[in-house]
Every structure is written in structure tokens, then in C-alpha cells.
């Protein structure tokens, strides 16, 4: 009997946990703050590898598709990382997101490569946004110029 009554204990634990994880997979969408005060907005594909507490994807905005890397996510937080090239110089754009609901509240900031695209100097300070949940096939939006 105590054995059965631990067991339901356990499983009831073990729900809880999981019902507090946010689901991130899928498209998110975000006007992501730039230079001179300009937004651009971003999509974010997540694919979530539950029992690796993995994501892969993809963040898509005015210079195409690029690939996660490093992602990783523990209930309701996620991270990666993207890498860009520009003129030879290797710059990691890192992220780290809490969710709430149908909205994560992300920071992102620059490593490596002296300085941010278009700057000079060394990378600029970590720059806060908000990513929505876009709906259930939506396409994502055309690449600005």
C-alpha cells in the first residue's frame, strides 16, 4: 500500500513538472530593436528535442535563414546561439529567453569579432525584446530590405 501511495506521489510530481514546461516549438515572431532606433522583424523556428532538453531551428530575418546552434531548454527558459560571418570576422549572436504564455521575453548580445555589424568598437550592449507566438501556419514575414 505505501509503496502504491509513493508511486501515485511520484507521478503526480513528475506531471507537475511537466505541465509547468512551456512548449517553444513552432514560430515565433518579434520586432527585434537595431541600430538608430529601427526594429526588423525576426522569425524564430524552434523545434524542442524534449528528452535531450534540446532546439534546433532556425532565426530568419533581413539576411535570410540562419541556424541555432547551442540551444538548450529547461522549462520555461531557452537559449542558443547564432553565428554570422562578416568580411572573414566570426560574430555570435547569443539568446536567452523566458516564456510566459504565448510570449517570450528575450535578451541578445554580441560575442566575438571586435565589433557588431555596421559598428565599431566593440559589441553593443544587450538589447530586450518580446517574441509572439505566431499562429498555426502562418507564413513567415518577407524579408525586409
Not at 535570410?64 to 547564432?82: L, R
Not at 528575450?106 to 569579432?113: D, L, P, S, V
Not at 507566438?133 to 513567415?140: F, K, S, V, W
Amino acid at each position: 500500500m505505501i509503496k502504491k501511495l509513493a508511486l501515485a506521489a511520484l507521478v503526480l510530481a513528475l506531471g507537475s513538472v511537466t505541465a509547468l514546461a512551456a512548449d517553444f516549438n513552432g514560430k515565433w515572431t518579434a520586432d527585434v530593436p537595431g541600430r538608430n532606433g529601427n526594429t526588423q522583424t525576426t522569425t524564430f523556428t524552434f523545434t524542442v528535442d524534449a528528452t535531450a532538453m534540446t532546439v534546433t531551428g532556425t532565426v530568419t530575418g533581413r539576411m535570410g535563414d540562419m541556424p541555432i546552434t547551442n540551444g538548450k531548454v529547461t522549462a520555461d527558459t531557452i537559449s542558443f546561439d547564432v553565428v554570422r560571418n562578416f568580411n572573414g570576422n566570426s560574430i555570435t549572436i547569443s539568446y536567452a529567453g523566458k516564456a510566459d504564455g504565448d510570449t517570450i521575453k528575450f535578451t541578445r548580445t554580441f560575442a566575438g569579432g571586435g565589433a557588431a555589424p555596421g559598428g565599431s568598437g566593440g559589441p553593443p550592449p544587450p538589447v530586450e525584446f518580446t517574441a509572439t507566438r505566431a499562429p498555426a501556419g502562418a507564413p513567415a514575414p518577407p524579408a525586409t530590405q
